[in-house]
């Protein structure tokens, strides 16, 4: 993780052009398929952190492919500049997330576009790389006028190691037509042992952490077009009650009335609250999470 890969990913993505393209198809895996013909500018700024492995310095909130919600998440981290031509020939350093608002605001709620600072010029502009300008990824040069803000990153979580935890849930696991389960893990290997509790079915953290989770899930048992939520979810600690789910895919079954999809998710996490994967069933008929559910998360220290 770093600067330098993560520059070295959006330059990767010079000269795509039109939608779908690899990088809204990636999102829309993720998000759904009305994220496929979507503005993706910051779909794109996603895409490269989660290339480069620079999900907690980039994306420390998660997935975004709203403006405005990521340029917030600079804000709450103390790290935004308004887009004045001084605090960027003095503060907009290469690999910083620059907003732009056509308007000519340095507000937040006025963000358009966005792209990543490739270098600073020196005299209030910056070049950049951008996806979905004129819908296509390229480098511009862009200055304070239009400029409605920036922040940099912290890269330097690249020093920070994490406590990997791979779970498999090892048998098919049936849920109710109607209803809900969360996936038992049968199987667990950890860098920092007895990362899930007893009963085999939450993700526990021994301090504060940010978790950063992907599973691969396949379900079968439906009939084509049954829907169903797959979600990361926070509980409490003592898994009683349910927190919230923001990491949330609903999913039909495809022909063969099986479903295979991959979720992945950004949550904070502490020894306050345990996560989980939860599988909503709307369907009328019995699903089965089949025993090769697996999943891969990382607890990196906050």
Known sequence: MSVQS??????????????????????????GDEFLKAAWCDQAVTYWARKSDNVAAVLPNGDRAYTVWHAQDGQKLGRWFAGTAANVKAHA??????????????????????????????????????????????????????????????????????????????VDQQVPANGEIVVRWGTEYV??????????????????????????????????????????????????????DAWRLTCHAGPDGRIEVSLGGQFGLGTDNQLRLRIVNGSPRVAVVEKATMAKVALFKR
């Open 191 to 244: 860098d920092d042992p007895k990362a899930h509790g007893d009963n085999g079915v939450a993700v526990l953290a021994s301090g504060s952490r940010w978790c950063l989770c992907d599973a691969l899930v396949r379900i079968g048992g439906l009939q084509p077009g049954d829907g169903l939520d797959v979600s990361w979810a926070r509980y409490d600690r003592d898994g009683k009650k349910f927190l919230d």
């Open 93 to 170: 350093k290469p690999g910083a997330i620059v907003f732009f608002d056509w308007d000519g605001r340095d507000a937040v709620g006025g963000v358009d576009h966005v792209g990543v600072v490739e270098r600073n010029l020196g005299d209030g502009r910056v070049q950049t790389i951008e996806g979905n300008t004129g819908d296509a990824c390229k480098r511009r040069v862009r200055a304070a006028s239009v400029i409605a803000g920036f922040w940099n990153p912290d890269y330097s979580v690249e020093d920070d190691v994490p406590e990997v935890v791979s779970l498999g849930a090892g």
């Open 6 to 31: 993560m520059l070295a990913a959006a330059r990767a993505s010079l000269g795509m052009e039109g939608r779908p393209n690899a990088i809204t198809r990636d999102y829309a895996k993720r998000h």
